[in-house]
């Protein structure tokens, strides 16, 4: 069994493995939430001043007390005012929340009238955490309404895993616009279907080519501009 010192280790290699790998006009915030939300640094790309954040963060000691819903809330505050086109939350929870005083339907309102994106990294062992699916339940809704996933794994050596899964599909994004029929600053739900495609059959090269299904993960909708305004 690892201890918490050596899981903060590993967590902070691979934060900032992954932070450097980007581009340099990137940039990053540390939360940290046990009873109340914390910043532990400010906007930045800079690598030393992320290792200094890393070095506190592997200092936080886990306790039972978890504010989730009020550290998303301020964070989806703070992206909003950040001038950046792309903004995103990577949580690293179980999904439980005890003393939060923001309510998960405040939450999720929010979520939806903002732009960002939530993506999870969920490392819980289901063995020993009998709320384990509750929490999952939690972060899968709050990802998928932002357009977000989940990315899993009950093996904490494994977590570099999680973060080149992340790094992978924070690369490959598309953004599509439209105008909406009515402006009426009502919510609006958005479906993209996408058609499947044909790829080699390498397994039977005489054959035809195979039809590959694709999906779309996108937020669940969007409110329309009130035209009054």
């Not at 039972?64 to 819903?69: K, N, P, Q």
């Not at 490959?172 to 790829?199: C, M, N």
Request: aromatic share 8%; proline share 4%.
């Amino acid at each position: 069994m690892k201890t918490h010192r050596e899981l903060s280790n590993i967590l902070g290699s691979n934060i900032l493995r992954f932070i450097t790998q980007t581009k340099e006009s990137t940039e990053y915030s540390f939360m940290t939430f046990g009873e109340r939300p914390q910043i532990l640094m400010d906007w930045t790309h800079n690598s030393s001043v992320v290792g200094e954040a890393l070095n506190k963060l592997a200092l936080v000691r886990p306790s039972g007390l978890s504010a989730l819903y009020d550290a998303c809330y301020l964070g989806i505050e703070t992206l909003r005012q950040r001038s950046h086109p792309r903004r995103a939350i990577v949580l690293l929870s179980d999904g439980q929340d005890n003393v939060s005083k923001r309510s998960y339907q405040r939450l999720g309102e929010l979520l939806k009238q903002s732009d960002v994106v939530v993506y999870a990294l969920y490392t819980t062992d289901p063995i020993n955490d009998q709320l384990g699916e509750f929490g999952r339940s939690v972060l899968r809704e709050l990802t998928t309404v932002s357009g977000g996933t989940v990315f899993e794994t009950f093996n904490k050596s494994k977590i570099n895993e999680l973060f080149d899964s992340l790094a992978m599909e924070m690369r490959h994004q598309y953004v599509i616009g439209f105008s909406p029929a009515g402006l009426d600053g009502k919510w609006r739900t958005v479906k993209i279907k996408v058609k499947p495609i044909e790829v080699p059959n390498t397994s039977q090269p005489n054959k035809p080519n195979k039809q590959m299904k694709l999906t779309a993960r996108t937020r669940h909708g969007f409110y329309a501009p009130n035209s009054s305004r």
